[in-house]
Every structure is written in structure tokens, then in C-alpha cells.
């Protein structure tokens, strides 16, 4: 029996994506014995998923204290993996790579690094641009799998396994009409839109709709989503008393939505997993060739300031580039509501057109 250890110590979404490396692989190796690494707060998407025998959690602050980091080196080495997959390819996942002896040790390469130290026997490239409706993040990890272990038929669709009791709870059944989830902040303060902006969105739907809104933020964010709250016009439409603090939680109320407007994060793929619809808000300095999985104008609608204005980014210098992720606040300011709206507004009349007040 082959043991196969997958690493993507990373956030919800990349571990959600990093999920497809083990539908493909019990394909090639269906009496393997497949583990996971991950993030304490990421295992709520790989629960119950089929594919997966072992989940082994950590928390994020303490993997990287280098002594916690080479025990759990020594630990994974003990195990004696045949396979190790690791598509994020960082400093933490690529020492455990090195020091486990696995056989196959599949990651990706990266040039700009100084160190040469074989971590992988199977280094492989990033793909420059994505070639499948999946996006470029999906059809990297499938690849991880493909260039070694040829696959008949790959599967490039994430997905999220429900219990049958999860399915049968009803966290809304007093709730009447379409009920959309906004993703009101971002994972991070560089993936959140301004405030004003978020609230703009929001009051267009409950003038112009009947729905509930519910909110979706991390728990540590509740200050700053109540402060979009009380800017909102017609609270009486926003339920903020629905809420979920786990990711399973997040994922079986989702699961009971009709739909997802949100900053681009983990939230759309847990969204995307349970096929929801999602109208997906990009920062300006997300690539989204990678992340825009499955996106296809009627059921996953998005918008990117790069395709909006694109002569806004050529006329920017290399280093502004660069710098974008560190301060895209000002950038962010660009893509004003009315430039969201114009999309926003056929795409809600498409899925709802009998809930217009």
C-alpha cells in the first residue's frame, strides 16, 4: 500500500484547491492510504471528503518556530511516504519534503531562490497561463499529479463532502425569499474593498430585491463588519444574527444560500465547491488567471479592475507592479460600485428575476 502525504499549509481556499491532488491520486492509487497537511483552521473543506484517510492539523504561528517545524519534519520522516505532493513549495513544506526520503517528492520549481538544495526529485514548472475553464490554480495542482502519474481523466473540480446529517440541518428555515451571502471583507485588509463601496452593493440589492443578506467575515473581524452593517440603509433586509464561526459551519449555511457576492477569497471557492453561484470581487493586485475557476458569465460571474481599465496597469512602472500587493488600497478605490454594478446588475436579474421588489 502506497502512503501519499499532500502539504498545502497555506489558507481555506489553496487548501480547497489542494484537494484535488487527492481525487486524482486514489485514481492512480485507489488502496492508497493518503494524508493531508494543513492549517488548523483550513480542515473544515477536507472533512468527509472520500479521498482523504488522514487529516493532520497544525497551527499556523507554531509551525513556523523552527524547532516545532523540524519535529514535525522528524515526524512526517518517520512515516515513510512513498509520495509527497507539495504545491505550495515554501520554506516550511519544502524542508519537510527534504528531510522525509519519500521517493517521490513532487513540488514546484522556484527559480528565484537561491537555494539549491533537492528538495523534490520531480521539481515542475508553474504553468505561464491557464488552458482549462478550471483556472491556472486547479490545473497546477492536477498537473503535480499528471507529469508523474499519468492520469486517464483528470478531475479538475474541487468539492466539499457534506454528511448526511449536515445536509439535513436547517439553519434558515425561517428565512423567506433569495438569500445571498455577502462576503463583506476580504481574508485580508489588500483582498477587502472599501467599506463605502461594500455597503453601495449591498443597499442595491435590498432596494431592488427581496433577499435576506447574511454576512460572511472571520471571527476576528466582527468590529469591522458591524461598521458595514450600521452603514447599510435597510438593516431590516441583513441578518446578522445567522452566522457561523467554523468553516464547516460556513460551508453547510452556504450550502443553503442561492448565492455569493463576495471579495475573492476562500469563501468563493467553499461557494464554487458546493456548486453556488458566486459573483467574485478581485483586488487589483490578484492574479486572476489563476483563481478564476470555472467562471463562465451566467452561473460564476466576476470582476477585476485589470479588465475594466487595462490601460491603468500598462502605464504603470515595474516597480508599481511590484507594489501593488503591499498598498492596493488606492488602487482598490478605482473600482468604484457603479463599474461593479454594471455587472452585478444583469447577473442578479438573470438568477433572481421573480424577487424584484
Known amino acids: 500500500m502506497k502512503k501519499i502525504l499532500i502539504i ?13 491532488i487527492a481525487n486524482n491520486i486514489k485514481k492512480v492509487f485507489p488502496d ?21 484517510d488522514r487529516i493532520i492539523s497544525i497551527n499556523q504561528k507554531e509551525l513556523k518556530r523552527l524547532p516545532t517545524l523540524f519535529e514535525t519534519a522528524l515526524k512526517i520522516r518517520e512515516q515513510k511516504y512513498d509520495i509527497i505532493f ?33 528538495f523534490y526529485t520531480h521539481p515542475l514548472n508553474f504553468k505561464k497561463k491557464a488552458t482549462l475553464p478550471c483556472g491556472r490554480g ?76 447574511l454576512f460572511n467575515y472571520a471571527p476576528h473581524q466582527k468590529e469591522e463588519a458591524l461598521k458595514i452593517y450600521n ?31 463576495s471579495n475573492e477569497g476562500g469563501s468563493v471557492h467553499i461557494a464554487k465547491a ?18 478564476n475557476s470555472f467562471e463562465d458569465e451566467v452561473f460564476h460571474q466576476s470582476i477585476h479592475l485589470l479588465e475594466e481599465v487595462p490601460d491603468l496597469f500598462k502605464s504603470f512602472t515595474p516597480e508599481e507592479r511590484r507594489s501593488i500587493e503591499k498598498n492596493p488600497q488606492e488602487l482598490y478605490k478605482e473600482l468604484k460600485p457603479e463599474m461593479i454594478l454594471q455587472k452585478l446588475k444583469p447577473y442578479l436579474a438573470h438568477h433572481f428575476p421573480d424577487a424584484k421588489t
Open 8 to 20: 498545502q499549509n497555506k489558507r481555506i481556499g489553496d487548501v480547497l484547491l489542494s484537494s484535488v
Open 138 to 213: 486547479i490545473e497546477d495542482r492536477v498537473n503535480l499529479v499528471h507529469q508523474v502519474f499519468p492520469l486517464k481523466n483528470p478531475n479538475y473540480v474541487p468539492k466539499i463532502y457534506l454528511t448526511e446529517i449536515e445536509k439535513s440541518e436547517n439553519k434558515l428555515q425561517d428565512i423567506n425569499g433569495p438569500i445571498i451571502m455577502f462576503g463583506v471583507l476580504g481574508s485580508t485588509p489588500n483582498k477587502s474593498m472599501p467599506y463605502e463601496y461594500i455597503v453601495e452593493l449591498i443597499d442595491f440589492v435590498t432596494k431592488n430585491y427581496k433577499a435576506t443578506i
Open 231 to 261: 452603514a447599510c440603509a435597510r438593516k431590516e433586509n441583513i441578518n446578522i444574527e445567522v452566522y457561523e464561526h467554523s468553516i464547516r459551519g460556513f460551508a453547510v449555511l452556504m450550502s443553503q444560500c442561492d448565492m455569493l457576492i
Open 32 to 52: 492508497s492510504e493518503v494524508s493531508f497537511f494543513a492549517y488548523d483552521y483550513t480542515i473544515g473543506v477536507l472533512e468527509n471528503n472520500p479521498n482523504i
Open 274 to 291: 458546493l456548486n453556488k453561484p458566486t459573483f467574485t470581487i478581485y483586488s487589483p493586485y490578484i492574479d486572476k488567471d489563476a483563481w
Open 86 to 118: 507539495d504545491p505550495y513549495a515554501k520554506f516550511q513544506s519544502r524542508i519537510i519534503c527534504l528531510t522525509s526520503k519519500a521517493p517521490y517528492r513532487i513540488g514546484f520549481k522556484k527559480a528565484h531562490k537561491k537555494l539549491k538544495l533537492p
